[in-house]
């Protein structure tokens, strides 16, 4: 008996060549950059005043390596991750179980950028010494340091300690591991606002300068409903609370429509830990 055989073109792919397609498609990062608090009040602040930057230490030893100092400084930011959710909960363990998880087109729109680490020695970390070396001989060019600065404020030490509010929270963190994205305002904006290491260490000034962010909208990180991808809560039980805060948010920030897309994308920490 003659058999008919479809031409192999023709043939649906079969559900082990699908996966074998997915799997070459998935990529290590996210489509999703992560922007983790470490309360649901600072959530719910967030979708209704937007981001606004605030002050960060950081440690520039791997600029300055001549010497072996530490040449700390303050910089205003607001800072995402780009962590797959199935690897996120050491990060959450650090910065906190609530989240607010934006698209990556929304980030780079609004000139969220991700960070260059380095290290001591490195030769990256060697030639911007050698320029800032430059730029401060015989006496500091602050006209030429401006041009620089920009390109400091996104570089970060592969590993170092972990600075919160003032205090130093966490030793030999590994930076690298966090797939930092970053927003500064430029320095158009910022004009004279910046903080050394001793201003950051004085709680009164460190607050003062990041209330400035507060009350003054143009430092402003906005977004809407549907730049929004994952609302992250730490618990359950916390997802119909922060429905209903959304809800309360609608005449202000959201609409009608906006609430019920937004009550889509709320999960919790737990579901993630549970079933990613």
């Not at 719910?44 to 960060?56: D, M, R």
């Not at 698209?103 to 001591?120: E, F, G, M, Q, R």
Request: net charge positive.
């Amino acid at each position: 008996m003659k058999q008919n055989f479809l031409p192999i073109d023709n043939i649906k792919p079969t559900v082990r060549d699908r996966l074998n397609e997915v799997t070459k498609e998935k990529s290590l990062s996210a489509n999703t950059v992560f922007h983790f608090t470490e309360s649901l009040d600072n959530l719910i602040s967030i979708l209704k005043n937007n981001f606004y930057p605030h002050f960060c230490l950081e440690d520039a030893l791997h600029l300055f390596i001549k010497d072996n100092s530490h040449i700390e400084f303050a910089i205003p930011m607001v800072c995402f991750c780009d962590i797959p959710l199935s690897d996120i909960l050491h990060h959450a363990d650090i910065y906190g179980k609530y989240a607010i998880g934006l698209s990556k087109k929304w980030a780079i729109k609004n000139k969220v950028n991700p960070v260059l680490y380095t290290y001591p020695k490195s030769a990256i970390s060697d030639t911007i010494s050698e320029h800032l070396s430059i730029l401060y001989n015989p006496r500091p060019n602050s006209k030429k340091l401006k041009s620089v600065l920009p390109l400091l404020q996104f570089i970060k030490p592969y590993e170092g300690d972990l600075w919160k509010n003032g205090k130093k929270i966490k030793k030999g963190v590994r930076f690298y591991d966090e797939r930092e994205w970053r927003y500064v305002p430029s320095l158009e904006q910022l004009g004279t606002m910046w903080m050394g290491k001793n201003d950051y260490f004085d709680k009164d000034k460190r607050n003062k300068m990041n209330h400035l962010f507060v009350i003054d909208k143009k430092y402003n990180l906005t977004f809407n409903a549907n730049d929004i991808k994952y609302i992250i809560v730490r618990n359950a039980d916390e997802i119909l609370e922060t429905l209903d805060q959304i809800n309360k948010l609608k005449r202000r920030n959201f609409s009608n429509e906006d609430v019920k897309l937004l009550s889509t994308k709320i999960i919790s920490m737990v579901n993630i830990v549970d079933d990613f």
